[in-house]
């Protein structure tokens, strides 16, 4: 790791480093470009503010997980003013050249219904679930990263798989029967 002056990181090599990981994890998350760039903005800030107070020993992971909150924050906005108002549907899929016009409208109402489902699961068991199916992080990683125990992790994610299948249930039926 490189360090400028006062033992402080060197934030273009971090930035350089880390910033398609934290990209990666963002996008992922909220569907479009502009919320990921804000989103890869906040991470950095946050991380630079982090560093101030301690050392940082595992930067990726720590980036995924500040990634993951402040994306799982955004998400948790979103959903929150949409059930204020009446809104129109900003999530958007990266398409595949394979799939079909009803595959993408399928995709990208259950990309919705995740990131909805997300939005409301408790905080951490919405984070310990990225960080394990979407960043792929071990129990262990993540249990570092939440500074829990893998025991917790295994229980949180447990309860948010629970809870996601409850609150996914009847969009993926209705997407099964082709019905919106």
Do not use: K
């Amino acid at each position: 790791m490189c360090f400028g002056d006062a033992g402080m990181p060197h934030w273009a090599q971090i930035v350089r480093q880390h910033s398609p990981i934290v990209w990666q994890t963002a996008l992922r998350l909220l569907g479009n470009e502009p919320d990921a760039a804000d989103c890869l903005q906040e991470t950095f800030l946050a991380a630079m503010r982090v560093a101030e107070r301690q050392d940082v020993a595992n930067w990726p992971g720590m980036l995924q997980r500040v990634a993951t909150a402040r994306a799982l924050d955004l998400l948790r906005r979103r959903l929150l003013s949409r059930s204020r108002h009446a809104g129109g549907n900003d999530f958007q899929l990266v398409p595949s050249p394979e799939d079909s016009p009803v595959d993408h409208l399928q995709n990208d109402e259950l990309a919705q219904s995740l990131a909805n489902a997300l939005a409301r699961l408790p905080p951490r068991q919405a984070e310990a679930y990225c960080l394990r199916h979407l960043n792929e992080l071990s129990y262990e990683e993540i249990a570092r990263e939440l500074d829990v125990s893998v025991d917790t992790i295994g229980a949180d994610l447990h309860r948010a798989r629970t809870r996601l299948r409850e609150l996914l249930s009847p969009s993926c039926t209705n997407l099964n029967r082709g019905t919106p």
